[in-house]
């Protein structure tokens, strides 16, 4: 293990060494073995890529034309049309509601763009915004998806699970799909149903161990009780709608999830990257391929190096989860009232030591695609070479903000 680092910093190193830093990579070699192995825990289900966890175009192409890897989770319609029209792909399902009515008028009033993407609902309010851009006989058809929520309610009001659709028992997709069918204008051509407290909550957090078994009985007692829900909301909805597709899963369920005889495709994103948050997962974990590289700049003591910027913090539960992990060289840490900060970052630790100014240090970030919000650019390394791709922030499509 400590041979694998020494070789992999020695590589990076070599690929990067004419560029300055701060400097993103996406090993290509890690990237492609994750998205094989994710492929191949999928079995005969496609892959859905969630391009949140990606935010790089050259990089959606690429696991797009592997086997096993079909259409594009985005996660605004502006991004989804750009993507169409930019010939990423022609199946993308955003993944939350829209009410962005320059992205409604544009789908509505291009039928290529209106057979290419599939819009997330979870109350009739979604329809009437769209039919306040383009009334119904003056539109191509809008493709519709009903997002089942997936959290576990195990007793009165305790909720396990993020708060996203208010559509949570089959009786309740069954009477949204109704509604939906008897609305003009619209087709309802799919379901979704993301169990994030399975797939994107680790089951073996690292020293946390009495956390872990909670976790696991968690998700042991949760899992079957959504299988049986969503089979039943599955049933409801296709009483009045022929579905295309029920999508569910994300990279830490894709096996659980394809066995699931109701879903007909996963989706996973955040795997190909391999971000820290996936270390502590007991089933699969990723191969690390996304690193950033900061500088050394100054040596304040003799077991302090500091490198400028690192404050890469990623979104969520505000913990020390959240904080990048510098990786190469092995044996760094965080000075703990300081942490990562936006304009230098103190590394304590023996690797420490040995490092000078203009040395650099091999940051992993906690989750996948926030890291190309910080570059331009991410440096594709291929052996000792790199090659450079453009990310949605260096193309100017901030879709978030």
């Known amino acids: ?34 998205a094989e192995r994710l492929a191949a825990r999928a079995g005969d289900k ?22 096993g890897w079909r259409g594009v989770m985005a996660y605004t319609l502006p991004e989804a049309v750009w993507l169409v029209r930019s010939g990423v792909t022609d199946d993308v399902l955003v993944a939350y509601p829209t009410v962005d009515r320059a992205g409604l008028r544009e789908l509505t009033t291009h039928p290529e763009l209106a057979a290419a993407i599939t819009l997330m609902v979870d109350h009739p309010s979604h329809l009437d ?34 708060r996203r659709s208010p559509i949570h028992s089959a009786a309740q997709a069954g009477a949204l799909a109704r509604k939906i069918a008897e609305r003009d204008g619209f087709r309802l051509v799919g379901v979704m149903c993301y169990e994030a407290h399975i797939a994107g909550v680790g089951d073996d957090p690292p020293g946390q161990a009495l956390r872990g078994r909670a976790i696991r009985l968690m998700q042991s007692r949760a899992f079957p009780e959504l299988r049986q829900r969503r089979a039943a909301a599955v049933r409801a909805v296709r009483e009045h709608a022929d579905l295309e597709f029920v999508n569910g899963g994300g990279t830490g369920s894709v096996s659980a999830t394809s066995a699931d005889p109701a879903v007909t495709e996963v989706t996973a994103g955040s795997g190909l990257y391999g971000p820290t948050l996936f270390d502590g997962y007991r089933s699969w974990r990723p191969q690390p391929a996304a690193f950033f590289a900061l500088s050394v700049v100054r040596r304040p003591a003799p077991r302090i190096a500091t490198v400028l910027g690192g404050g890469w913090i990623a979104s969520g539960t505000p913990e020390a989860s959240r904080l990048p992990v510098p990786w190469l060289p092995e044996g760094l840490r965080f000075k703990s009232d300081e942490g990562a900060g936006e304009v230098q970052t103190p590394l304590l630790g023996e690797a420490a030591e040995r490092l000078r100014p203009g040395d650099r240090v091999w940051f992993r970030h906690a989750k996948a695609g926030e890291l190309c919000e910080h570059v331009n650019e991410l440096q594709l390394v291929d052996g000792e070479t790199s090659t450079p791709a453009l990310t949605y922030r260096g193309e100017g499509r901030a879709f978030l903000g």
């Open 1 to 34: 293990m400590l041979t694998d680092r020494i070789s992999l910093r020695e590589r990076l190193d070599k690929a990067t060494c004419h560029l300055e830093t701060p400097v993103a990579v996406i090993d290509l070699a890690a990237f492609d073995d994750n």
């Open 129 to 162: 915004v769209v039919d306040q851009v383009a009334a119904p006989g003056a539109r191509p058809a809008v493709r519709l998806c009903i997002d089942l929520d997936a959290s576990w309610r195990p007793a009165g009001p305790l909720h396990i699970g993020v």
């Open 46 to 67: 496609p892959i859905r890529v969630a391009s949140k966890s990606v935010r790089c175009r050259t990089l959606l192409e690429r696991v797009l034309s592997r086997p």
